[in-house]
């Protein structure tokens, strides 16, 4: 089976941008970013079904982030702006049957890769 595996993590500063990729996604599939804080739960941050013609992001995150996919080159990205100390995480992708349109529920994601750290400095 494919795995997924992300990557673009890093540190950067409160205020800059950082994009993370996605290797191994299917075409059929819809994406999702999610990340987690320790001691909090994993959220969902922004999702995308298989054909980019729906999108969905968390509150947080709307208007800075943007997830988007290249079907022909397997890989779903997540362009992130305007970073603040508040979105250092370990982020994840994963995927979910296309079947389910946009996955906004954690539970339908059946595939994830290992995560990407991303530290934002203030």
């Known amino acids: 089976q494919v795995t997924l595996a992300e990557s673009g993590g890093g540190m950067v500063q409160a205020g800059g941008s950082r994009r993370l990729s996605c290797a191994g996604s299917r075409p059929s599939d819809a994406m999702g970013w999610f990340r987690r804080v320790p001691g909090k739960e994993r959220e969902l941050v922004a999702a995308?079904?298989?054909?980019?013609?729906?999108?969905r992001y968390a509150d947080s995150v709307n208007g800075r982030f943007t997830i988007s996919r290249d079907n022909a080159e397997n890989t779903v990205y997540l362009q992130m702006n305007s970073l603040k100390p508040e979105d250092t995480a370990v982020y994840y992708c994963?995927?979910?049957?296309?079947?389910?349109?946009?996955?906004?529920?954690?539970?339908?994601?059946?595939?994830w890769g290992r995560g990407t750290q991303v530290i934002v400095s203030s």
């Open positions: 995308i079904d298989w054909g980019a013609h729906s999108t």
């Open positions: 994963a995927s979910c049957p296309g079947k389910y349109g946009l996955c906004t529920r954690e539970e339908l994601y059946d595939r």
